[in-house]
């Protein structure tokens, strides 16, 4: 008899383990495109990722770069006091878009130039992401982020 509830016991905690690591990793695969890091221009160019992979970069927009195309296609460099990235971005920007203004963009580096499927720009005139922030400072840039230039 006691060698049946071992035997049980041992049933149930090989079922359980083997339930746990299926749902680790069918948790791991329908994250596997969702997990988006945050590279500064520096890191980028420093260690250019393969263009295969989808990233974040931050920074602010250096001033004078922002070209609009008779399309919906916008061009601009961002950059982190120590390095500058060239975006390319087909869409519609955030209102509080612009020259000077810090931004974080989602996409892939392509040919040298980053290409963005999403850009988010501060929610209003006072806040810069930590991230951003911080990649600034360790870039060297030494520009006043915390405030629109026009204020």
Known sequence: MRGLKKQRRIQIIMAATA?????????????????????????VVA????????????GMVEEGSLVRDAGET?????????ASIPVTYT????????????????????????VATEILARHDETYMPAEVTEALEAGGYRGDYNSRPDS
């Open 19 to 43: 339930a746990l690591a299926l749902s680790a990793g069918l948790i791991g695969y329908a994250m596997r495109d969702g997990i988006n890091f945050f590279r500064p221009p520096s890191e």
């Open 47 to 58: 260690n250019p990722p393969p263009e295969t992979e989808v990233f974040r970069i931050g």
């Open 74 to 82: 916008i061009t601009f460099v961002v950059t982190d006091g120590g």
């Open 91 to 114: 869409g519609i920007l955030p209102d509080l878009f612009g020259e000077g203004e810090g931004m974080v963009g989602t996409g892939r580096l392509v040919d040298g130039t980053f």
